[in-house]
Nanobody, 116 residues
Framework: QGQLVESGGGLVQAGGSLRLSCAAS????????MGWYRQAPGKRRELVAT???????KYADSLKGRFTISRDNAKNTEYLQMNSLKPEDTAVYYC??????????WGQGTQVTVSS
């Protein structure tokens, strides 16, 4: 059974940067869209960014200019570069990968904490 493995979360001071990675196991193939969601304590899960297999990207309006999503199709891996981090970016970040047939896989979540 396929899985997504996230890494790169942690504690950072406001203004700092983190890079999250999400690697899909070899049994996950024909990946179309990939992306990231986040969920802060007491809040609903919100979309952060998405990227298609051809590299087209979309971002939450509030994150444009600070976050960058990318992917390496050969490695079945996506990345989220987060710059100029703010305390309100503190959340658990979840990656996902959607196969061409619609099946969606989710990562286990990685905690990002931004201190003021």
């Amino acid at each position: 059974q396929g899985q997504l493995v996230e890494s790169g979360g942690g504690l950072v001071q406001a203004g700092g940067s983190l890079r999250l990675s999400c690697a899909a196991s070899g049994s996950i193939f024909s990946i179309a869209d990939m992306g990231w969601y986040r969920q802060a304590p007491g809040k609903r899960r919100e979309l952060v960014a998405t990227i298609t297999s051809s590299g087209s990207t979309k971002y939450a309006d509030s994150l444009k200019g600070r976050f960058t999503i990318s992917r390496d199709n050969a490695k079945n891996t996506e990345y989220l570069q987060m710059n100029s981090l703010k305390p309100e970016d503190t959340a658990v970040y979840y990656c996902y990968a959607q196969r061409a047939g619609g099946l969606v896989y989710w990562g286990q979540g990685t905690q990002v904490t931004v201190s003021s």
